[in-house]
């Protein structure tokens, strides 16, 4: 079991700046990617960006990329989300996921975060 819990949520303007963070905790090894996936209502949850575990693959969206960036902290066992120049569509629950191998698709994914909502105001 692995056991995900997301921070760092809220409402910022646009063009402003969030940092979202996930502490993984429980069995996770190399082998699993870790990421954000992002659901607005009425809409799927999409994929954001991710990583795999060891460092070595990173994959964003295209909608994010060259705006959030996707960290991981070894020591503390965290994963952090920068997301920069938000726009108003950025707007959703933000969800912190872990796979086996990299997976861009929500029904790939083996374990969910709780979410942390983000709103961007325009």
């Known amino acids: 079991q692995v056991q995900l819990v997301e921070s760092g949520g809220g409402l910022v303007q646009a063009g402003g700046s969030l940092r979202l963070s996930c502490a993984a905790s429980g069995r996770i090894s190399s082998t699993h990617a870790v990421g954000w996936f992002r659901q607005a209502p009425g809409k799927e949850r999409d994929f954001v960006a991710a990583?795999?575990?060891?460092?070595?693959?990173?994959r964003y969206g295209d909608s994010v990329k060259g705006r959030f960036t996707i960290s991981r902290d070894n020591a503390k066992n965290t994963v952090s989300l920068q997301m920069n120049n938000l726009k108003p569509e950025d707007t959703a629950v933000y969800y912190c996921?872990?796979?086996?191998?990299?997976?861009?698709?929500?029904?790939?994914?083996?374990?969910w975060g709780q979410g942390t909502q983000v709103t961007v105001s325009s």
């Open positions: 996921a872990v796979s086996t191998g990299l997976r861009y698709r929500f029904y790939e994914i083996d374990y």
């Open positions: 990583m795999s575990w060891s460092g070595g693959s990173t």
